[in-house]
């Protein structure tokens, strides 16, 4: 499950939210646009995803330590919805992306991490943006070490 493929990820359209401060705020982040979506009548059609704009593990462990992440969270969603200051609405942006689906806690995604940064090295690829989590499994029906989620790198 552990492999890296090359994939043309489609631009989506998103609500979402930016915050300063810790990853762990996700999870209060999350349940907050899921609200906002159906008090607007937008419907959502697809899974939570996690925009990471640390450039690398051991900025990201800082930054997260530090309390100053850029924490971006987003569920895609379809039909006309008017964002406001705390939930926005936008494109996510598509392209060419590699991706390694870990199967886990969250917590424990670093090898896959690893892992997806040595196929870069070795294939001589670069990343052009922000890497981003899709979190494919629901974390309240699903056991820790059943959680499944996508790891994707913008590709050069």
Not at 116 to 123: D, G, I, Q
């Amino acid at each position: 499950m552990a492999d890296v493929t090359v994939v043309d990820v489609r631009a989506q359209k998103v609500l979402g939210m930016c915050r300063r401060g810790r990853y762990r705020q996700m999870s209060d982040m999350i349940p907050t646009i899921f609200q906002f979506a159906q008090e607007k009548g937008a419907k959502i059609v697809g899974r939570p995803i996690f925009v990471c704009h640390e450039q690398n593990a051991e900025e990201a462990v800082k930054a997260d330590k530090e309390g100053n992440a850029d924490v971006e969270v987003a569920v895609p969603v379809s039909g006309e919805v008017q964002g406001t200051d705390d939930v926005m609405a936008y494109e996510l942006p598509g392209g060419r992306m590699a991706r390694i689906v870990h199967q886990g806690p969250y917590e424990a995604a670093g090898p896959s991490y690893e892992k997806l940064f040595a196929w870069l090295k070795e294939n001589g690829r670069e990343i052009t943006g922000p890497t981003r989590e899709v979190y494919v499994s629901d974390p309240r029906t699903t056991p820790p070490d059943q959680l499944i989620t996508e790891i994707y790198a913008p590709l050069d």
